[in-house]
């Protein structure tokens, strides 16, 4: 935010003085270049610390270091202030470690309100935290939410399905998956699932997909690599605003 704050003053200030010594068309060279090439500066500035603390929370969460995974985070949000975006996105793998790692279904919740749209993946966790505690007004508010945003998502829609139908609301189920299909028409998954649900069938998860298996709404076992659920977008795009579907 700082960033845009810095840069706009400048922006004005060098417009106002162009304005004044020439005209309107002078004084928005003068003043629109500058001021984004000094955004472009300060933003790729803060990135270097950004990404070597990136390094260090992975070496974290590699050797299973959760708590100090969540500590590096927490020191990033300083430079929150210089980079668009980066607030939300630190929240959001905040919320995501504590949930999908540490099981800390409720502790993880005030990260997850507070993570950026953009990442689905936060927003199932926390729709799946009010599931998990009957909370179903939330739960749909999160996911309708979260669905608008990411419309291209289909696991998106299968766990918002799989909520609903899960609680007994089949019909909701149904309603959810079919947006799903014209949203996402070439979707395997959904068009299997929602064919079941009209039939009558249950609905049936990838029972070996670490974005699934990372909101812990069944009861599995996975080894190996299955059992490393999805807990962060990639590190490169942390604070970086993600772009509309």
Not at 23 to 46: K, N, Q, T, W, Y
């Amino acid at each position: 935010m700082l960033t845009l704050i810095i840069s706009g003053i400048v922006a004005v200030v060098l417009f106002t003085a162009g304005f004044a010594a020439f005209d309107v068309i002078s004084g928005l060279a003068l003043g629109l270049v500058p001021a984004i090439a000094l955004a472009v500066f300060l933003m790729r500035r803060g990135r270097k610390p950004v990404e070597a603390g990136m390094k260090e929370i992975e070496g974290h969460m590699k050797n299973q270091r959760f708590e100090k995974a969540i500590g590096s985070l927490e020191a990033l949000r300083p430079l929150a202030r210089w980079q668009p975006g980066l607030g939300s996105s630190i929240e959001a793998q905040i919320g995501m470690v504590r949930y999908a790692h540490m099981r800390d279904f409720e502790g993880a919740r005030p990260a997850l309100e507070k993570a950026h749209g953009r990442v689905w993946q936060a927003s199932a966790m926390l729709g799946a935290a009010h599931f998990k505690k009957e909370r179903w007004g939330e739960m749909e508010a999160v996911f309708d939410r979260a669905v608008k945003k990411n419309k291209k998502e289909a696991m998106l829609w299968l766990v918002y399905a799989y909520c609903e139908w899960k609680r007994g609301a089949r019909d909701q189920a149904i309603a959810v998956l079919t947006r799903g299909q014209t949203s996402c028409p070439s979707d395997e998954r959904i068009k299997t699932q929602l064919s079941a649900l009209k039939n009558g069938k249950k609905l049936k998860m990838p029972p070996h997909d670490p974005e699934w298996l990372a909101l812990h709404l069944e009861r599995t076992i996975p080894t190996g690599a299955q059992a490393r659920p999805r807990f962060m977008p990639p590190a490169k795009r942390l604070g970086v605003r993600y772009t509309r579907n």
